[in-house]
């Protein structure tokens, strides 16, 4: 059975930092691409970063790029992956719910996200 778990959400002033940390069991995972996404109220879920199965490529969308970092650190014999989300320099817009997503390739794209975590809230103050 997939499951994602998200956390490492709060609340933050703004310029400051958050480390996302989404725990990624039940295979075929650790030979997924992950990527993290995030709503705004009122907002369509939109593409934040993706990082693929080994590492060593990762994606960011425009707005977030030289500020936040994602990872991930693949388990061995299937135990759980972990993908992270470094947040570095938090504006507040950047406030919303952030969800780990897993595809079988590398995608900026929602539709393209076979599992989703159930997100966690980011609330950067001004």
């Known amino acids: 059975q997939v499951q994602l778990d998200e956390s490492g959400g709060g609340l933050v002033q703004a310029g400051g930092s958050l480390r996302l940390s989404c725990a990624a069991s039940?295979?075929?995972?650790?030979?997924?691409?992950m990527g993290w996404f995030r709503q705004a109220p009122g907002k369509e879920r939109e593409f934040v970063a993706a990082?693929?199965?080994?590492?060593?490529?990762?994606?960011?969308?425009?707005s977030v790029k030289g500020r936040f970092t994602i990872s991930r650190v693949n388990a061995r014999d299937n135990a759980k992956n972990t993908v992270y989300l470094q947040m570095n320099s938090l504006k507040p817009e950047d406030t919303a719910v952030y969800y780990c997503?897993?595809?079988?390739?590398?995608?900026?794209?929602?539709?393209?996200?076979?599992?989703w975590g159930q997100g966690t809230q980011v609330t950067v103050s001004s």
């Open positions: 997503a897993a595809a079988p390739r590398s995608s900026i794209y929602r539709a393209d996200y076979d599992y």
């Open positions: 990082i693929n199965w080994n590492g060593e490529s990762t994606y960011y969308a425009d």
């Open positions: 039940g295979p075929p995972l650790s030979s997924y691409a």
